[in-house]
Each structure stands twice: as structure tokens, then as C-alpha cells.
């Protein structure tokens, strides 16, 4: 069975809150390593994270000043302002362990007991731009299988748009921008097989950062972490042998929600990666679609690319 890890960003409540209603959900122990960031270890699913999504304030968390230093006091006064500031627009962080993805639906419990306690998502703020993302692991890591799924998710980009109904706040924000035109032609064409080197070099040129809305880097970073540290110069990069696909809102405050529906939108990418007579079929329609004349700019590629998955593969 495949695993899947799961980020879940919300405000509305503390660290240790979190941390106890995760416990309480799953069991284990609550590892408090600094003021931002929590491990709840043990439980039956795995190792829980829990963090404040700020780089900075974790980092300060984790140095130790002297109590005796004058500078260094002031410094935590700062520190306290900022993070009080910071509460009000930077989410928390639950990040799960890698579950099997038939006991994903475990994690509905959790949502609720968030959801009751206080968690706000996606749409209680002007400006949060929470997310929820999933980090499936392939089916292999060859080349052709990772390519696949680029092609796959590349050419349904414009549905899952659509029916994961993005907040425009998310959408500006420029975590989940969309991938260049010519990198996207570059890797639909139907020839575009190459080999890990060239893969993750093609990647790294026309995608030299984490904002996109299926990052490659975690990926790219386990295969060949020389490679791509060369280009990525950036921490938050944690190599693993995973997509992660960061699209989604997190509507966790709304009655109702779990991670189901975006769960079924990227199974239809997975869908499509594994049928191979449909995905050429519809990365030629795509192809097509891209060199249309400018008389049929307006064309709404989400709908053809429906027809295209009813007419070419009966998805």
C-alpha cells in the first residue's frame, strides 16, 4: 500500500492545543521542542508535526539566549511582538506521518475536533492563504513514471483549478503559481522521455522555485540532492520520495469539510498517469490546444480537457 503524508494550515488556535487534541485523537506523547514547533510521537498513525509556518520565528525558537544579557531580553521582547503579530496571518502546521492511503479517512476525526475547537481555514481571513497539501508517494521512481505524472498533472492543471474551487487570495498569493507555457509544451510533447539528469535539469531551469502548485523539489532533491541544491538555494526544501501537490484550500472551519473531495481531484491525476493510451491522447489534444490561432485564444481548455477524458478514457 502506497502512503501518503497530509499539511493541513489553519489558525484559531495554539501549538498546544493542536498538540493535545492530535494526542487525544491518536494517543502518543507531545514533544514541545520550542515555542513553534511540537512533535506528537507515538501515535497510530505515526510522528505528528506541528509548527508555526514562519521560518524566522522557529529558527529564534531555537537559540537559547543568555537570561543575564540585556540585548538578548529585548531581543525576546521583540521576538514576542513578532510572534503575537505573526499569529494573526501565519498559519499553524499539522503535518502528519506517511499514512497507507486506505486509512486516510482516519484523519476525519481530527478535522472535526479542529473544526469544533476553533480552527479557521482558507476563507476566514482576507489574508490567509492556508493550504492543504498531499505528498503521495509513486508507484515507482524511474524517469517515465515521474514523467507521467507531470504530464498528467500538467494537463489537468485547468480542472483541478476548477473544481478545487481556489480562493483568489491563494491564487495571488504565488505559492501554487501556475508552471511557463514552454516548460509545459516542453514536457506534454508526446517525445519528452528523458532521463533523471535531464528531468530534473528541464525542472530546475524553468521552475527554479517552490511555488508551484505541484513542487517537484522534495522529489528531485531525494533523487539527486547535489543536482538540485546547485540551483535551490533554500532550507525549507526537505528531500523525500514524494510528489507534493499544494494546491487546495483548507476549508477546515466550514461544516462538512474534509480532505475527500481534493483527495478524488488528484486521484484523477493518478488516474490518468497510469492509463497510457489516454494520457497521449489527451497531452496531443493539449498540444493542439496551446497552438491554437489567436481567434480561438478564448477557448477554455477545463472544458475540453472533460470532454476529452470522457471521450478518450471514460474517466
Not at 503579530?85 to 498559519?91: G, T
Not at 515521474?146 to 504565488?174: E, N
Not at 530546475?204 to 533523487?223: C, G, H, V, W
Request: charged letters at 25%; glycine letters at 4%; aromatic letters at 12%.
Amino acid at each position: 500500500m502506497r502512503r501518503v503524508g497530509v499539511e493541513l494550515e489553519f489558525s484559531g488556535l495554539t501549538l498546544e492545543n493542536i498538540a493535545l487534541l492530535i494526542r487525544e485523537q491518536f494517543g502518543g506523547a507531545i514533544i514541545a521542542h520550542t515555542a513553534y514547533e511540537n512533535t506528537i510521537t507515538g501515535t497510530s498513525l505515526g510522528d505528528f508535526k506541528v509548527e508555526l509556518d514562519f521560518q524566522y520565528l522557529k529558527e529564534k525558537g531555537r537559540y537559547k539566549p543568555d537570561p543575564e544579557d540585556f540585548l538578548a531580553q529585548f531581543d525576546e521582547w521583540s521576538e514576542l511582538i513578532l510572534r503575537t503579530a505573526a499569529e494573526q496571518i501565519v498559519p499553524f502546521e499539522v503535518v502528519t506521518p506517511p499514512i497507507p492511503m486506505d486509512r486516510l479517512g482516519e484523519l476525519e476525526q481530527l478535522i472535526l475536533r479542529l473544526r469544533e475547537s476553533g480552527a479557521q481555514g482558507t476563507e476566514s481571513g482576507a489574508f490567509y492563504a492556508f493550504g492543504l497539501h498531499f505528498n503521495p508517494e509513486l508507484p515507482s521512481l524511474d524517469p517515465e513514471t515521474i514523467v507521467s505524472y507531470l504530464k498528467a498533472f500538467l494537463c489537468l492543471y485547468d480542472w483541478l483549478i476548477h473544481y478545487s474551487k481556489i480562493d483568489l487570495t491563494r491564487a495571488m498569493s504565488g505559492y501554487i503559481s501556475p508552471f511557463p507555457t514552454d516548460y509545459i509544451r516542453q514536457v506534454v510533447d508526446l517525445d519528452y522521455h528523458p532521463n533523471q539528469d535531464r528531468l530534473i535539469d528541464d525542472y530546475l531551469i524553468a521552475n527554479p522555485t517552490r511555488n508551484r502548485a505541484l513542487d517537484m523539489l522534495p522529489l528531485f532533491s531525494y533523487l539527486d540532492k547535489t543536482r538540485t541544491l546547485s540551483v535551490i538555494d533554500d532550507h525549507r526544501v526537505h528531500a523525500r520520495p514524494t510528489l507534493h501537490y499544494r494546491l487546495p484550500n483548507c476549508q477546515i472551519d466550514k461544516p462538512g469539510w474534509n480532505i475527500d473531495r481534493d483527495w478524488h481531484n488528484w486521484l484523477m491525476v493518478e488516474r490518468l498517469a497510469c492509463n497510457r493510451e489516454c494520457l497521449n491522447a489527451i497531452c496531443r489534444a493539449y498540444i493542439e490546444f496551446l497552438e491554437r490561432p489567436v481567434v480561438e485564444l478564448f477557448q477554455d481548455w477545463q472544458e475540453m480537457v472533460e470532454a476529452c477524458l470522457k471521450h478518450y478514457c471514460a474517466l
